[in-house]
């Protein structure tokens, strides 16, 4: 996940989405929004075609290689919680089978049962990052941006239509990245909660016999 991190970093700090303002999704089956006028108010000259297509480029390359790195860090998250939950249940399992030899030992029983459910505390922060999002990803329907070109007398320009699809697209990598920095943070605790319990598991086994 540090890697992951790393990754969140080079493509830029990321703050989280107004929850207020309107995110148009990319996905199929999603109404396309008027970005027209927004677009137009916001520079008093048109934007020309080259302009508009490279940002446009841009745009779906930092989008599919956020996509990327969400994948992986779903695949991690999904591995992580395998690997705690069964670090977890095993540990569980081992203090039942102890208990029921007829000569249990405090400390033992105490260590085993605290690493226990600190690792199935681990586990189901992994799950909570690995679980499905719904992320944001390029394209759209061709019927949608069929009605959405024409001006009713007439059809938008290419240059227009892709500086609307641009801050669709920029709308699409500011979800991902609050997704895939949310997802991240949710992996550390995991991890940190993976670390306390062999922490936590030593610590009771060295004090229980005090009390």
């Not at 759209?140 to 959405?148: F, K």
């Not at 697209?169 to 991902?176: D, G, H, M, T, V």
Request: charge should be neutral.
């Amino acid at each position: 996940m540090r890697q992951i991190l790393k990754y969140t970093e080079l493509f830029g700090r990321h703050t989280e989405p107004r929850l207020m303002q309107e995110v148009s999704v990319l996905a199929p089956n999603t109404p396309v929004s008027s970005h027209r006028e927004s677009c137009m108010a916001d520079s008093p000259l048109p934007i020309s075609l080259e302009l508009a297509r490279e940002i446009a480029r841009q745009g779906e390359v930092r989008l599919e290689a956020i996509l990327s790195l969400t994948a992986i860090a779903v695949a991690r998250a999904t591995t992580l919680c395998g690997i705690f939950g069964g670090g977890s249940i095993a540990l569980g399992a081992a203090v039942l089978t102890y208990l029921s030899t007829g000569h249990p030992s405090a400390r033992l029983i105490a260590g085993g049962t605290a690493a226990s459910l600190l690792l199935l505390a681990a586990s189901v922060l992994a799950a909570l990052a690995g679980a499905s999002r719904s992320i944001l990803i390029t394209g759209g329907l061709p019927e949608e941006l069929r009605a959405w070109s024409w001006k009713g007398n007439q059809w938008c320009s290419e240059a227009e239509l892709l500086d609307a699809f641009g801050q669709r697209l920029s709308n699409a990598i500011e979800r991902n990245m609050w997704l895939l920095a949310r997802e991240s943070r949710l992996v550390n605790w995991s991890l940190r909660a993976a670390l306390t319990a062999i922490a936590v598991g030593l610590l009771m086994y060295a004090v229980a016999p005090l009390f």
